[in-house]
C-alpha cells in the first residue's frame, strides 16, 4: 500500500521560507516522478512542481520559478520542496504526489496515481 506523508507547513511572513518533505512508503519500483500540487481557499487544486525520480529532471509552475527549489532522495524515498521569498499567494494546502509512468505531461491532476493528505503553508503579509 502506497502511503504519502507531507511534513514542513507552517505560518511565515511574506519574504520568509518553508522546505516541505514528502516521505514515500509502499512505491511501485517503476515510479516515474514525484510531484507537489496546491489547493487554495475556493480554487482548484493546481500544479506547482514535478521531479522524475531517476533522472532528477525538475518542472516548474512559471509563478514559482527561481524561489521554489524540488529536490529528491531516492534511497529515503523523500521528496523536497525548498520554498524561498514566499508571498501570500502561495498560502495554500500543499500536496505531494505520485506519477508511475511517464506520459509526456506532468502538470495535470490525472496524471498523478497516489496523494498524500497535505500539509498546509500559510503566508502572511
Known amino acids: 500500500q502506497v502511503q504519502l506523508v507531507e511534513s514542513g507547513g507552517g505560518l511565515v511572513q511574506a519574504g520568509g521560507s518553508l522546505r516541505l518533505s514528502c516521505a514515500a512508503s509502499g512505491l511501485p519500483f517503476s515510479s516515474h516522478a514525484v510531484g507537489w500540487f496546491r489547493q487554495a481557499p475556493g480554487k482548484e487544486r493546481e500544479f506547482v512542481s514535478t521531479?522524475?525520480?531517476?533522472?532528477?529532471?525538475?518542472y516548474y509552475r512559471d509563478s514559482v520559478k527561481g524561489r521554489f527549489t524540488i529536490s529528491r532522495d531516492n534511497a529515503k524515498k523523500t521528496a523536497y520542496l525548498q520554498m524561498n521569498s514566499l508571498k501570500p499567494e502561495d498560502t495554500a494546502v500543499y500536496y505531494c504526489?505520485?506519477?508511475?509512468?511517464?506520459?509526456?505531461?506532468?502538470?495535470?491532476?490525472?496524471?498523478?496515481?497516489?496523494w498524500g493528505r497535505g500539509t498546509q503553508v500559510t503566508v502572511s503579509s
Open positions: 504526489a505520485i506519477k508511475r509512468r511517464y506520459t509526456g505531461s506532468v502538470g495535470a491532476m490525472g496524471e498523478y496515481d497516489y
Open positions: 521531479i522524475t525520480w531517476s533522472r532528477g529532471i525538475t
